[in-house]
T-cell receptor
């Protein structure tokens, strides 16, 4: 399809394990965002890429969280030594524009991460 | 810092009722404002947007007007349908490109 694709849809991991979440943005979209959505809450910003450059990572909650977009398309969000408070839905969004805040963001269906 | 506050849900309405979901914001600059909708089992979708004061965004019978004087962006629909049952998120985006979302308002529409 032509939308943002995230995988896996569901991920269950034991506390202390590392996980990797993948995002395939819409082809040609310059901007890519990661959000964390806790149950019953709105998405909270984690990090932003413009092409391959990570321009804002102010929302990453700790140094256990790491994101990359090496070729300016697919992005991976990695969480090391997972903890129970990492359980959430992780959303990826892409946007056509670079510095234009008027561009809408297109969201994937998210990855629901559960840490046991 | 910037923030978005929207009315708590759930909101339960009968079909064809009038809908208002309140949203107010705090921002230092002149943000763009958005309403996103999340249908059951689906991802967030942009419903409508407004980029400057007094702009009215509209889509699928929903409307919201960017009110700078009251820092509000209330969502309205004249006649809701069962298919409108979803979670609605108000959001703002500043020049830093970071989008800030409200907590969401769940809407249930009964037939």
């Amino acid at each position: 399809g032509a939308g943002v694709s995230q995988s896996p849809r569901y991920k269950v991991a034991k506390r202390g394990q590392d996980v990797a979440l993948r995002c395939d943005p819409i082809s040609g979209h310059v901007s890519l965002f990661w959000y964390q959505q806790a149950l019953g809450q709105g998405p909270e910003f984690l990090t932003y890429f413009q092409n391959e450059a990570q321009l804002d990572k102010s929302g990453l909650p700790s140094d256990r969280f790491f994101a990359e977009r090496p070729e300016g398309s697919v992005s991976t969000l990695k969480i090391q030594r997972t903890q129970q408070e990492d359980s959430a839905v992780y959303l990826c969004a892409s946007s056509l524009g670079a510095r234009d805040s008027n561009q809408p963001q297109h969201f994937g269906d998210g990855t629901r991460l559960s840490i046991l | 810092g910037n923030s978005v506050t929207q009315m708590e849900g759930p909101v339960t309405l009968s079909e064809e009722a009038f809908l208002t979901i309140n949203c107010t914001y705090t921002a230092t600059g002149y943000p763009s404002l958005f309403w996103y909708v999340q249908y059951p089992g689906e991802g967030l979708q942009l419903l409508l947007k407004a980029t400057k004061a007094d702009d009215k965004g509209s889509n699928k019978g929903f409307e919201a007007t960017y009110r700078k004087e009251t820092t509000s962006f209330h969502l309205e629909k004249g006649s809701v349908q069962v298919s409108d049952s979803a979670v609605y998120f108000c959001a703002l985006s500043d020049r830093g490109f970071k989008t800030i979302f409200g907590a969401g308002t769940r809407l249930f529409v009964k037939a």
